[in-house]
């Protein structure tokens, strides 16, 4: 009797209501498409503004849903807010409070039982099975600063009506255009949908299963620069858990990250305030951080017989360079301020930090030679030693 109810108290309630409609458009679609595709071809009209239509969603879950609403990494106008909130109800991925409930839980607990998609459950679960399980228990704590936005409540309390109303504009907008209600339904509705939800789905499972961990070794997210191209530029995602507060994914020029650009676009017409940004010097830090731990945990796994001097060779240069890195950073804050004000000390400060950057400079150089040589021995080696 014990057993039986014990079963029942570990029985998993789903979500009808997502597995109806997540199941219900993939069926659509995997019948459709193909019996579409062999009577019909769609034109390339069909196919550009489908694909228009992917990017301004995608761009909206980044730079909406993610970057201004759950991690407040910028301000904006209400113009923008209500373009972005159009943009992401078209993607049907939930209201923004939903979305950013779950996103600042999995934050808090990532790669925990209390992470609503984590992945030490496994690729399926993180990347769709959680979405079929009724969610967890509503913490008004973790959105209160969002419920005062009168369009996120807005959105929120109507989102069934608006999600259906912004997918029926859509629909109809590309129907009159292309002349295809058949094809756009098949093509602008179904593998649009497709197409979004799966970009983003990719974020909460390959985002942190598939790619490098520069700046963070302890938690599961990783940089994968493919998954940047699918996602409107959340492929560096190593960096964001690291960094969640700062409005870009990829912090060098090279790196995708169309949000990125697109907030900083606005910020320069007048748009969007605010930027958080973390300061190189932060991140640098971070980085050698994460190279000391990388280099220790290579050295434990392959029991070199110098393992204890190696160590040491490590440390001693590792903790200069992190405590140099924090004073040029202090230098360089004090020198701002007080260039603002015209300090003789200015000039002083201006001395301190050239002589910072040039050691800093010759540090990091021997930094990365060290780096090179501990994560090219071998196991062989070491016995050889």
Known sequence: ?????????????LDWTNISLLGGYHIALFVTLPIYLVFFTPSWLLIGLTLLLVSCCLLSITTGYHRLYSHKTYNTKPIVELILLF??????EGSVLKWSH?????????????????TPKGFWHSHVIWMFKAPAP???????????NRFVQFQHRYYGWLMLAANGVAVGAVALLVNDLIGTLVISLLVRLFIVHHCTWFINSLAHMWGSKPYSTEQSAVNNFILAFLTAGEGYHNYHHTFASDYRNGTR???FDPAK???????????????????RLTIKRNLISADRKLM???????RHLDGDQITAMIERIFEPLSTKLVGLKTTTERYKNLKKVGSEEVALLKLKMRGLHKS?????????????????????????A
């Not at 220790?296 to 392959?302: A, K, N, Q, T, V």
């Open 87 to 92: 943009f992401g109800t078209l993607a049907t």
């Open 1 to 13: 009797m014990s057993s039986a109810k014990s079963v029942s108290q570990k029985r998993i309630k």
């Open 261 to 279: 650009y697109l907030i900083w676009f606005m910020n320069k017409i007048g748009l969007a305030s605010d930027l958080k940004k973390v300061d």
């Open 102 to 118: 779950d996103h600042r839980l999995h934050h808090k607990h990532v790669d925990t039982d209390k992470d609503p998609y984590g």
């Open 296 to 302: 220790l945990s290579h050295l434990e796994s392959i």
């Open 360 to 384: 800093i400079s010759q540090d990091m150089q021997e930094w990365k030679d060290l780096m090179h040589f501990v994560l090219n021995l071998r196991p062989r080696l070491a016995l050889q």
């Open 138 to 148: 509503w913490n008004e704590q973790l959105v209160r600063d969002l419920s005062r």
């Open 253 to 255: 020029w090279y790196q």
